[in-house]
């Protein structure tokens, strides 16, 4: 009922840009936090980026300057600005939601923690 969809990843030259988008599916009432994960093969994923319901934003040191997140609420849709992209950038990123609100039926119901399916990003040198 609840569904995220990514896009935006591709390959890229080092220096380069991309923007990935993530926008919620479903008959959704209200988002609290969004935020962007990576991971690559043989590592943990890891938080890249962040923002709150309040539009507060944190990022992952190797992030500053070089990422942003931003949102647009009305279309349940979240976004990270990616440039100056290194070849140690290349991983899977994938995006979070940590709590919905959402409608099944007539019931307002609330679900945790929900992710996408992952979008690739490849950058060379």
């Known amino acids: 009922q609840v569904q995220l969809v990514e896009s935006g990843g591709g390959l890229v030259q080092a220096g380069g840009s991309l923007t990935l988008s993530c926008v919620l599916t479903?008959?959704?009432?209200?988002?609290?936090?969004m935020a962007w994960y990576r991971q690559v093969p043989g590592k943990q994923r890891e938080l890249v980026a962040g923002?709150?319901?309040?539009?507060?934003?944190n990022y992952a040191e190797f992030a500053k300057g070089r990422f942003s997140i931003s949102r647009n609420l009305a279309k349940f849709t979240v976004f990270l600005q990616m440039n100056n992209l290194k070849p140690e950038d290349t991983a899977v990123y994938y995006c979070?939601?940590?709590?919905?609100?959402?409608?099944?039926?007539?019931?307002?119901?609330?679900?945790?923690?929900?992710w996408g399916q992952g979008t690739q990003v490849t950058v060379s040198s």
């Open positions: 979070n939601v940590d709590r919905v609100a959402y409608y099944s039926g007539d019931r307002l119901s609330v679900g945790t923690d929900y």
């Open positions: 479903g008959r959704i009432f209200s988002i609290s936090t």
């Open positions: 923002i709150t319901g309040d539009g507060n934003t």
